[in-house]
């Protein structure tokens, strides 16, 4: 469907943009203990995403930039969030870090394959999107118990190893489905 008349093809970049533009506000929240803010700001973010990619597919306003631009967004919403949340103390340094890894190491194979001449042109896979829908609920979790007043220290601590064993199975399934796909040229 074309896009109407009164809305520019940048549109969906310009949400994906501000998207990103929030992730400093979302730290300041966390660092300033304005937990309300926090997640305000993080669920706008949210709702951004979902806009944004819903006005790309709808009226064909995807680009090259949206497709990079948008998961960058993503990432570093999330990895804000996170950054935030271990300095305040509420989660543990080692988490992130399990977390930032397993995208350190697609990203890194992903263009030690494009160097050496075979780009991999793997689909993500479920389990990539389910590790990331999870992520982004706890992390809002997080942000909106602290803001709501909820107290609930024993599932925060349970969800963390779940996440990252979520976190190391995608991983896998994402490296093994690049390696086939090389392995098929």
Do not use: H
């Not at 995403?49 to 998961?71: C, E, K, N, T, V």
């Not at 909820?150 to 896998?172: E, K, N, Q, R, T």
């Amino acid at each position: 469907m074309t896009p109407p008349k009164t809305l520019p093809r940048s549109v969906p970049n310009l949400i994906t943009a501000a998207r990103l533009a929030l992730a400093p506000f979302v730290v300041w929240g966390i660092a300033s203990e304005a937990w309300e803010t926090a997640f305000l700001l993080f669920a706008v973010a949210g709702l951004s995403d979902g806009l944004d990619g819903f006005l790309a597919r709808r009226y064909g306003l995807a680009s090259r930039l949206g497709a990079i631009l948008d998961p960058l967004a993503d990432k570093a919403l999330m990895l804000a969030a996170l950054v935030g949340l271990t300095w305040a103390g509420i989660v543990p340094a080692w988490f992130p870090a399990v977390l930032a890894a397993r995208d350190t190491l697609m990203v890194t194979g992903a263009g030690l394959a494009r160097r050496a001449g075979r780009p991999l042109e793997t689909p993500p896979l479920l389990v990539g999107k389910l590790n990331t829908a999870c992520q982004i609920a706890f992390l809002a979790w997080l942000l909106g118990s602290r803001a709501l007043g909820i107290a609930a220290p024993g599932a925060d601590a349970l969800a963390m190893p779940v996440l990252a064993g979520l976190s190391v199975a995608s991983a896998v399934a994402q490296g093994l489905a690049g390696w086939r796909a090389g392995g098929a040229r």
